[in-house]
């Protein structure tokens, strides 16, 4: 049997953090601003970032986009699976780094969760460009935190290798 992580009270925090980050910019967009009900769904804030509003039936890129129940609830399912998966490497997982990318991950995933059984579809909102050109389609914390945890994943993979595992793994001394 696998010892539990040492990191896995400060994932959970990070992981509970980018929950309530995401729902609290989501409430915000969709009660006090009511983006969904401003002229042309968008609110200008810098000349580079737009609160727009956007209701994504699908995972990512809008894949898999039809909204009906079947699409929505075996997506509920399939990213619940994910989350479990997480959550559980997270709760064996040594190295703090990778603690905290799953956290992220988990976090993000639970907040597009709770979306997609309250409204049917996942709220996005955050629409980064630089005059015409969007680097991303438009998104929320959720995926912005599910973004940077697979990202630190894979970064800490290929740069730290089996030299980080052995470093971070070590509790500290404080």
Not at 27 to 33: A, E, L, R
Not at 64 to 89: G, K, M, P
Not at 117 to 143: E, K, M, W
Request: proline fraction near 3%.
């Amino acid at each position: 049997m696998s010892q539990k992580s040492p990191h896995l009270r400060f994932g959970l925090i990070v992981a509970a953090a980018a929950f309530l980050l995401d729902q609290i910019s989501k409430w915000i967009v969709v009660v006090p601003i009511s983006l969904e009900t401003k002229p042309q769904g968008s609110v200008e804030l810098l000349p580079f970032f737009n609160l727009t509003w956007a209701e994504n039936c699908g995972i990512s890129l809008s894949m898999f986009s039809q909204c009906n129940d079947t699409t929505r609830w075996t997506l509920v399912a399939v990213t619940a699976l994910v989350a479990i998966a997480v959550a559980v490497w997270m709760t064996r997982e040594k190295a703090k780094g990778d603690v905290i990318a799953l956290a992220l991950i988990f976090g993000g995933a639970l907040g597009n969760i709770v979306d997609r059984v309250r409204f049917g579809y996942v709220v996005d909102f955050a629409d980064l460009h630089f005059g015409d050109f969007r680097p991303f389609l438009i998104f929320n914390v959720a995926d912005a935190c599910i973004t940077i945890g697979v990202l630190l994943l894979v970064a800490r993979a290929l740069l730290l290798g089996e030299k980080g595992e052995s470093a971070d793994a070590k509790p500290s001394a404080e």
